[in-house]
């Protein structure tokens, strides 16, 4: 029974660690980039690029909600003249789920010249998003689009990359699940504040495709 109580002693003390450095990095990767998340209206820097993060497709080929208010933004954006290119970043890993397709297609339609969209089809995480910018896309300075419980994460990676890298909110709604999808983003928080200190490769990397030149390099 005491070797049970011990156990049980050790497992809590565990877990009130790992719950406090949990919180203590939330905090500290909020605190450092909250400076760098610009109201839309506010932007007078010229960028790089906008760097929309893409999240899901419906089935029906459609932007979900948050992916359709993340484009609205970055369409604002560029023809607001923040900058004269935009990347759309996401998952293209398989032939029967593309996100940055449904990207380019609504910036299309928006009528953002062909040349200036740049697709990352190997956008698989906010990690990989940002890493790809960097050694593919050669940015330097980019504007970041998502919704805001995502932006400190992304602005984290991003300095910790050596990028440039200020954020704008897309919260045109509330969305269903935010709870669970915050819950989520604490622990990813921590995850990315860890893999930041290792900064492994990405899935892919390939031949640079620098953002000034013409975003119909990267069609598929």
């Known amino acids: 029974m005491n070797k049970l109580k011990k156990f049980a002693a050790v497992l809590l003390s565990i877990l009130l660690a790992a719950g406090l450095f949990s919180l203590a990095v939330n905090?500290?990767?909020?605190?450092?980039?909250?400076?760098?998340?610009?109201?839309?209206?506010?932007?007078?820097?010229?960028?790089?690029?906008?760097?929309?993060?893409?999240?899901?497709?419906?089935?029906?080929?459609?932007?979900?909600?948050?992916?359709?208010?993340?484009?609205?933004?970055?369409?604002?954006?560029?023809?607001?003249?923040?900058?004269?290119?935009i990347i759309m970043s996401g998952d293209h890993g398989r032939k029967e789920y593309d996100e940055v397709n449904v990207m380019r297609e609504f910036a299309l339609n928006a009528g953002i010249p062909p040349e200036d969209i740049f697709m990352d089809h190997a956008g698989f995480s906010t990690y990989e998003s940002m890493y790809r910018a960097r050694d593919i896309f050669e940015v330097k300075k980019m504007l970041v689009v998502t919704q805001r419980y995502h932006l400190f994460r992304a602005l984290y990676i991003a300095g910790k990359l050596g990028i440039d890298a200020d954020g704008t909110a897309s919260d045109y709604h509330k969305y269903y699940g935010q709870k669970i999808r915050d819950l989520r983003e604490f622990i990813a928080i921590v995850k990315d504040f860890l893999v930041c200190m290792i900064q492994p490769e990405p899935t892919y990397l390939g031949d640079t495709i620098p953002v000034g030149g013409n975003g119909t390099a990267t069609l598929d």
């Open 27 to 85: 905090l500290y990767v909020k605190n450092v980039t909250a400076d760098k998340i610009r109201m839309s209206d506010d932007i007078s820097e010229k960028y790089d690029c906008i760097l929309v993060l893409g999240c899901g497709v419906l089935p029906d080929g459609k932007p979900s909600n948050m992916l359709h208010d993340r484009l609205k933004r970055g369409v604002e954006l560029y023809k607001s003249g923040a900058a004269g290119k």
